[in-house]
């Protein structure tokens, strides 16, 4: 039975260079994350702000935290004051509040909008029309406690890796659109967040530059 420290390893192997690997440590103990970082993982992501607060202050502080599901407005505050990126804004209202917290701190957080290209409609985020209408009238000047650093999306929960594979393509697509008439000048821009465990592979083919890993790494959630 592979190791923690086993599985990073795997996977790093397996991913091209400059693509980051995001431990998705949801729902697993604090000491399944110290196994990882002691395998030299830096980077890991939660879903929950009250489990995240409670992890970051068990857990050294080099930790790079990533805030990965979907986010209250409410609970924006608890996680500010160390989270370095938020994966899934799909609200202008969150975008601002994300804004609000941060400026408080006096501390720039990176984030991604989310955008909904899965079957299911469970799942949120912008269409990519209202992406474009967000980042059209997005002006950085305004917003300069946060920085967007490109798209996010889950895929649909399906075996059908071809339909898997569509919903990449189109993110791609929407991104390099979003690239040019809105970020051209911005270096910062360059992130795509998409895969997890079981679809990194075609996430990664489609130009994925952060794969989010937990079962892959910490297996089955108990």
């Known amino acids: 039975m592979n ?28 000491e399944a994350v110290r196994q990882a970082y002691d395998a030299g993982q830096r ?12 992890k970051q202050q068990l857990l050294p502080d080099d930790i790079e935290w ?7 407005s409410n609970k924006v505050r608890d996680i500010i004051p160390f989270v370095h990126t938020i994966h899934s804004i799909d609200s202008l209202k969150l975008l601002q509040e994300v ?10 957080v990176n984030v991604l909008p989310e955008i909904h290209l899965a079957r299911e409609e469970t799942k949120h985020g912008f269409t990519p029309e209202e ?10 000047a305004d917003y300069p406690f946060i920085r967007i650093v490109g798209l ?19 993110l791609h697509t929407l991104f390099v659109e979003c690239k040019q008439a ?20 075609p996430a990664v083919r489609e130009g994925s530059t952060m794969v989010r890993i ?3 790494i910490f297996g089955n959630r108990k």
Do not use: W
């Not at 895929?155 to 189109?170: L, N």
């Open 214 to 216: 937990g079962t892959g």
């Open 182 to 201: 809105y970020f051209q000048k911005d270096d910062s821009f360059r992130e795509l967040s998409m895969g997890m465990s079981h679809d990194y592979l």
């Open 43 to 54: 980077i890991f992501g939660e879903s929950r702000a009250q489990e995240l607060k409670a």
């Open 66 to 72: 990533h805030f990965i599901g979907s986010l209250q």
């Open 152 to 170: 996010m999306c889950l895929a649909s929960d399906t075996e059908d890796m071809a339909e898997v594979q569509r919903e990449f393509h189109c």
């Open 3 to 30: 190791t923690i420290a086993d599985n990073i390893r795997q996977i790093k192997a397996l991913l091209p260079e400059g693509v980051t690997l995001v431990a998705v440590s949801k729902f697993h103990p604090a």
């Open 99 to 108: 804004h609000l917290q941060a400026a408080k701190h006096g501390r720039i």
């Open 131 to 140: 992406c474009k209408a967000l980042l059209q009238g997005f002006n950085p």
